[in-house]
Nanobody, 122 residues
Framework: QVQLVESGGGLVQAGGSLRLSCAAS????????MGWYRQAPGKQRELVAG???????NYADSVKGRFTISRDNAKNTMYLQMNSLKPEDTGVYYC????????????????WGQGTQVTVSS
């Protein structure tokens, strides 16, 4: 079982920066991808940035050049550095691990953190 705990959210003015952290505990049989999602009020949860098992990263068009996803394997922690924040970046940010829970299944399972609020004022 995997537990994910986000931190680092808060209130920031437009143009400011925040760094989110996602600390993981527990174990997973095979981790295929990890990422940061956000959900704005009245909108669906969307992928902001992700890392696949080979190390490649991908970003939503709206955050390219401003956000950077990274991981520290020694600390079992994933980060999201957010620069040049805009009011439209406001939302609850969730970290996600996706992978196989065991050798008995080929299905992927999603683990989610509880979310951290990011509010960007104009």
């Amino acid at each position: 079982q995997v537990q994910l705990v986000e931190s680092g959210g808060g209130l920031v003015q437009a143009g400011g920066s925040l760094r989110l952290s996602c600390a993981a505990s527990g174990s997973i049989f095979r981790l295929n991808a990890m990422g940061w999602y956000r959900q704005a009020p009245g909108k669906q949860r969307e992928l902001v940035a992700g890392i696949i098992s080979g190390g490649s990263t991908n970003y939503a068009d709206s955050v390219k050049g401003r956000f950077t996803i990274s991981r520290d394997n020694a600390k079992n922690t994933m980060y999201l550095q957010m620069n040049s924040l805009k009011p439209e970046d406001t939302g609850v940010y969730y970290c996600n691990w996706r992978g196989r829970r065991g050798p008995w299944t080929s299905s992927e399972y999603d683990y989610w953190g509880q979310g951290t609020q990011v509010t960007v004022s104009s």
